[in-house]
C-alpha cells in the first residue's frame, strides 16, 4: 500500500480555506483532515477528539519536549498544535493528511517534513479579501481591518510554498488543488517502482 502524503494548506483569515477543502475533499476519500491539540476549554458544541483534541498543558508541554508535535504555537494563553501520531498513523495506511495551519505552523512543518506538499490559497486581491471579511456580516469592522492587515503579512510569506492558488471561485481553486496533488502523485520518485521487472 503507498503511503500518503502531508498537504500543508495555508491562507488569510476570510479567503475561503474551509470551503475549498470540503470540496476537494468530496472526490477523494484518501484525503483526511488533521485534528489540532490546545490546551483552551471546550466550547459548546465541541466534541473532543473531533474539533480538538482538549489536553492539560502539562501534557501538551510532555509532547513538546518529546518531540510529539509537527508545529505547535503559543496564542491567546493557550497552546495549539498538531500532534505527530495521528498523522503518521493515517499516512501508513494510505491516506494524504490536510494540515490547515497558519504560516508559521507551516514553515515549522516543512523543516520538519520536507516532503510535505505546501499550498497557500490566495484572494483574487486584497481589496476582495476585504468585500469577503465585511461581508461575513459577524466580523466587526475593526477586527476585519486588523484580518486583512494580518493577511498582508501571511501573504508575504506565500513563496515560501511550492504552490499558490488563487480562489477566484470555489470550484476553480478545489480543481486548481486537485491537480496538484494528482501531478504529484505522478512524480518520478512515486511512479518508478512501476518500471521494476519482476525478479
Partial sequence: ????????????SGVGKGTVLREVMKA???????????TRPIRPGEVDGVHYFFISK???ETLI???????????????????VKPVDEALEQGCSVILEIEVQGALQVMQRRPDAISIFIA??????????????GDTAPEIAARRLQIAVSECALAEKYQYIVINNTVAEAA??????????ACRSE???IHLKEEE
Fill in 123 to 136: 484572494p483574487p486581491s486584497f481589496e476582495e479579501l476585504g468585500r469577503r471579511l465585511n461581508g461575513r
Fill in 58 to 60: 502539562e501534557q501538551f
Fill in 65 to 83: 519536549a518529546n518531540n510529539g508535535l509537527l508545529e505547535h504555537a503559543f496564542y491567546a494563553e493557550n497552546y495549539y498544535g498538531t500532534p
Fill in 175 to 184: 480543481e486548481e488543488i486537485r491537480s496538484i496533488l494528482t501531478a504529484e
Fill in 1 to 12: 500500500m503507498k503511503k500518503g502524503r502531508i498537504i500543508i494548506i495555508s491562507g488569510p
Fill in 28 to 38: 477523494d476519500p484518501k484525503l483526511r483532515f488533521s485534528v489540532s491539540a490546545t
Fill in 190 to 192: 512515486y511512479r518508478k
